[in-house]
């Protein structure tokens, strides 16, 4: 039976008016589309009825030579056959050179560098990131196109806070590869606070916690009629649900005393089986088993909460860490938090409740699905970009940038103009001069970050300001304005005051760029990029390193005793080789000696646990660390 659907009048747009604008959520593991349809934002299903679209492509080559490709549910459920060209978690490699690739030999498939991009290695031939989003993309565009029988106007596509210049600039190539028109980047978590925004109209300040399936990000935001701010963003950009796998696969490889390294698929079938458990136990409070069949020979596993508690702790308390840095960097203590929305499916896991729940002390924001919320946002501000909002009602959106923005100047040093986490769209000038008599030229490089050597920043772009008049040095006046649109996108333009000359250059321009310009702007910022991550990795590994022998100590000075001299004295040593490493300045080192004082202990943290001292490991514990 058909029913006729009726409007109220002057509820709705004349259809042929109505301009088809959709949110899109571009997820490391899944992504979604959504759109308002009669006043109400909703996730548009694939003709199968499902909303989730898994964020994986795999490529194929067919007997005749032709290629073909498999997207979503049905690349996902070849991984484990085929996971050498099955390329799934692709955001993380987007406006990546290899070196930024947290984690790349985690990844099933194979990434190389070229022209100082990552790209991935697949029977059909290379693939960048952007051409495997755009598979995604162009699949939910057609999804939209189908469900309301019509072409796609525009869409609002959401990114993690965390992404900066390269990474924003290769969703939006991607986007157009996909042929569709972007509205509007938007982030993640304010796309969340829009959906929770409207629905509830209720002010204060918020705070935002995604965890996905391989970023986290945690935003603060202030909610006043109908406007959002968001005060400050953070997060680790390498932390989520898959690491949650990880960690079990881990642990159930530990507890059976079996090696950590296994063939490609017999990772994916690791991977997939932890994921399985993982998403099991959130529903459930008793044991569920894993099973898995390694090398020919069928592995068993139960696992209980505790268990899983105990050897994801480490990883639930990163995300509090990341939560404190946001409120200092946001000025605000917890206690001025009014809400706390959850955001992404790794949220339904109740470790990451009680542990979120548990630090601010208030009840969490849970009644949209956390899957869904951030395209439900995406799609609203879609809807009012597009024009499509019934009483013209503005939907006022400022956003932040990620890192600061500055200027290069004498000695190799960074003028910052732009502060971190400033609300956009802004514009902020400074006046410079020059140091030369008679100089007529002043060559700008413009810089991100928060380093304040230029070699520790990053490089976005250089441009020159010719025609000077000829001056005493310092006699000029040159005005140095930066100016970042609603989308993020940076300007940079310098004037010399007297005369009026003047020279531009656009960042992250939108459109009409040739794409060997964008490459060419993307290898310049790539340039000290590496420097800085690799300056960064030797930082965090010695954080992790110290983190590590903090802990040890403290099982050994609780349990101890239920060592054998030797194996006491075998894990000092480990100990001090840790604590060796960390004096020089090889990550590489630090992390190997982490791990192996990590392998050299699991047998003490097991038969800690045999002796019903769970307790000392739980969630608690750890994020006292
Ligand atoms: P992303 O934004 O990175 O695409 P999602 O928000 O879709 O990620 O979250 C995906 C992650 O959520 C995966 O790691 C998945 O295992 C996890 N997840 C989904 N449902 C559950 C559940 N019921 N319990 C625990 N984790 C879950
Ligand atoms: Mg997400």
């Known amino acids: 039976m058909a029913l006729l659907q009726i409007s109220e009048p002057g509820q709705s747009l004349d259809p042929h008016q109505r301009r088809v604008a959709v949110g899109i959520d571009l997820g490391t593991t899944h992504s979604l589309v959504a759109a308002v349809r009669h006043g109400v934002a909703e996730c548009l299903p694939s003709a199968d009825g499902r909303v989730l679209l898994p964020s994986v492509v795999r490529y194929l080559v067919s007997s005749q030579g032709g290629s073909g490709r498999q997207i979503g549910y049905e690349a996902l ?40 991009m990552a790209v991935v290695k697949t029977i059909a031939g290379s ?4 051409e495997v989003s755009a598979e995604i993309l162009a699949t939910l565009r057609f999804r939209a196109e189908d469900s309301f029988d019509d072409e796609l106007f525009g869409a609002v596509i959401t990114v993690p806070a965390y992404f900066d210049d390269a990474q924003r600039q290769s969703t939006k190539d991607a986007a157009q590869l996909a042929g569709i028109n972007v509205l509007r980047l938007i982030n993640e978590p304010t796309a969340a606070a829009i959906a929770y925004g409207l629905d509830n109209g209720s002010e204060g300040i918020y705070a935002i916690y995604d965890l996905g399936g391989g970023t986290f990000d945690i935003s603060i935001l202030r909610l006043t009629k109908g406007v959002f701010e968001v005060m400050a963003t953070g997060g680790d950009s390498a932390l989520g649900g898959d690491d949650y796998d990880q960690a079990l696969a881990a642990w159930v490889l530990a507890q059976q005393g079996l090696p950590s390294e296994h063939t490609a698929s017999e990772r994916a079938a690791l991977h997939a089986e932890a994921r399985r458990c993982k998403e099991a136990l959130s529903a459930s409070d008793g044991v569920v088993e894993f ?22 702790a480490a990883l639930t308390a990163r995300t509090l860490i990341a939560v404190r840095k946001v409120l200092r960097d946001a000025g605000i203590s917890k206690t001025e938090v009014q809400g706390v929305v959850m955001v992404g499916g790794s949220t339904r896991m109740p470790v990451i409740r009680q542990a979120v729940g548990g630090y601010f002390s208030q009840d969490l924001l849970t009644n949209l699905n956390p899957d869904e919320v951030v395209a439900l946002g995406a799609a609203i501000q879609a809807n009012a ?18 890192l600061s923005l500055g200027i290069e100047t004498m000695g190799g040093l960074v003028e910052r103009i732009v502060p971190r986490n400033s609300a956009i769209p802004t514009a902020l000038a400074q006046d410079f001069t020059t140091y030369q008599d008679g100089q007529t030229a002043l060559a700008l490089h413009v810089v991100q970050g928060e380093r304040d050597l230029v070699a520790d920043c990053r490089s976005l772009a250089r441009f ?11 006699a000029a006046r040159i005005r140095v304005t930066f100016t970042v649109d609603a989308d993020g996108v940076l300007s940079v333009s310098a004037k010399e005051q007297g005369s009026g000359v003047e020279a531009r250059v656009d960042v992250k321009p939108a459109y009409g760029l040739s794409d060997e310009q964008i490459a060419a702007m993307l290898q310049e910022s790539f340039t000290t990029a590496q420097q800085d991550m690799a300056a960064r990795a030797l930082v965090e590994s010695r954080v992790d390193a110290d983190r590590m022998v903090v802990a ?14 030797e194996e006491l004295s075998a894990i000092e040593i480990q100990i001090a080789q840790v604590q060796l490493s960390a004096q020089g300045d090889s990550a590489t080192d630090i992390e190997a000696a982490t791990a192996a004082l990590g392998k050299g202990t699991e047998a003490f943290a097991a038969m800690r646990m045999n002796h019903g001292i769970k307790k000392a490991l739980s969630g608690k514990k750890l994020e006292e660390v």
Not at 85 to 111: C, F, H, P, W
Not at 292 to 310: H, K, M, T, W, Y
Not at 386 to 399: C, F
């Open 77 to 116: 459920a070849s991984q484990v056959q085929d996971p050498a060209n099955t390329i799934s978690s692709v955001k993380r490699l987007m406006g990546r050179s290899l070196a930024q690739v947290v984690d790349a030999g985690k990844l099933s498939y194979e990434v190389v560098e070229s022209q100082g």
């Open 127 to 130: 693939k960048t990131p952007m």
């Open 291 to 312: 099973v898995v069949s390694l090398g020919g020979q069928s592995v068993r596993q139960p696992i209980n909460q505790v268990d899983f508690e105990a050897c994801t």
């Open 385 to 402: 970009l597009a024009g499509n909002s019934r009483d013209g009602e503005e939907l006022l959106l400022l956003d932040v940038i990620p």
């Open 464 to 474: 020159e300001l010719r025609g000077i008049p000829p001056m005493a040095a310092g």
């Open 552 to 565: 040890t100590r403290s099982a050994l000075q609780a349990d101890g005793a239920l060592l054998a001299p």
